[in-house]
């Protein structure tokens, strides 16, 4: 029990709140400034006065970025293209749209009605092909998270309206990605759990392989387990059930979700212990 809890401290992730109001304080603009770079722009981009309630989003263009930060142009494209190539933001500088994807990871609202809050942001945001990715990436987390989330996300922030040209591209090209993705592991292996899928394929094929990188990644899971939930969870909910091609992603979501619970019930154990 106590290798158990000192493991799972030594896995717990650490977390700390920043105040944007830190960017207006007149004593930390008189702070020297660093110089333009990749890993203080990511602190920006995380942290920053053009940060919103709604977890990675952000309305701005890249010369206002720039100026807030009180860089050369040039400079802030040469750190942004660090981001960009380490798949860490999304970005449409037309329509002034940024996206961190796995912002809300580690910044998850607290409860379904900071959810609804995001409502009147959401609307302000410019319509744009990103704005309909950043709704597909929290609606797929928020329901992973908790229904209750989710059904509060969709409430609040509607799915933003493609044209039909658009919605009927977006279509063929996820079919042909769904017809054409590989199972996740070699066809060699057999198949752990099937599970019922949307899309030109209906059924994804847990393999040993994909079970074995998630057990790997989330050592305080029992990810078979963990799976056999997950495939009752489709079973019961065939209107929410993800693509061939999105399967991997839910189950990472699922064990990531499950192996932060098990370190919450870690630190409730540790902190009941210490008032005993």
């Not at 293209?81 to 999304?90: C, D, F, I, M, S």
Request: glycine share 4%; with cysteine.
């Amino acid at each position: 029990m106590a290798e158990s809890r000192s493991k799972a401290v030594v896995n717990r992730p650490r977390f700390r709140k920043v105040a944007t109001r830190m960017w207006a304080d007149e004593k930390f603009r008189r702070l020297s400034p660093p110089q333009p770079c990749g890993q203080w722009l990511w602190v920006v981009m995380l942290t920053g006065e053009q940060t919103g309630p709604i977890p990675g989003v952000s309305r701005i263009g890249e010369a206002a970025f720039a100026e807030q930060l009180g860089w050369p142009l040039k400079a802030f494209r040469k750190a942004f293209a660090e981001a960009l190539r380490e798949g860490l933001v999304q970005v449409d500088w037309q329509a002034r749209f940024l996206f961190i994807p796995n912002a809300i990871r580690y910044n998850a609202p607290e409860s379904p009605n900071v959810v609804k809050s995001w409502s009147e942001t959401w609307a302000e945001l410019p319509e744009c092909e990103l704005k309909s990715q950043a709704w597909k990436t929290l609606k797929a987390f928020l329901e992973g998270f908790d229904e209750a989330f989710g059904k509060a996300f969709v409430k609040a922030c509607p799915k933003p309206l493609l044209n039909q040209e658009q919605e009927q591209e977006q279509e063929q090209e996820q079919e042909k990605e769904d017809s054409s993705e590989p199972l996740s592991a070699s066809d060699s292996e057999p198949a752990i759990l099937v599970f019922p899928v949307t899309g030109t394929l209906k059924e994804w094929n847990l393999r040993q392989g994909t079970l074995d990188r998630l057990q790997e990644a989330y050592p305080a899971v029992d990810c078979l387990a963990e799976a056999r939930k997950a495939l009752a969870w489709c079973d019961c909910n065939p209107s929410r059930r993800k693509t061939a091609r999105g399967m991997p992603a839910f189950l990472n979501r699922w064990m990531s979700k499950e192996q932060d619970r098990f370190h919450a019930d870690t630190r409730r154990i540790q902190t009941d212990d210490f008032h005993v």
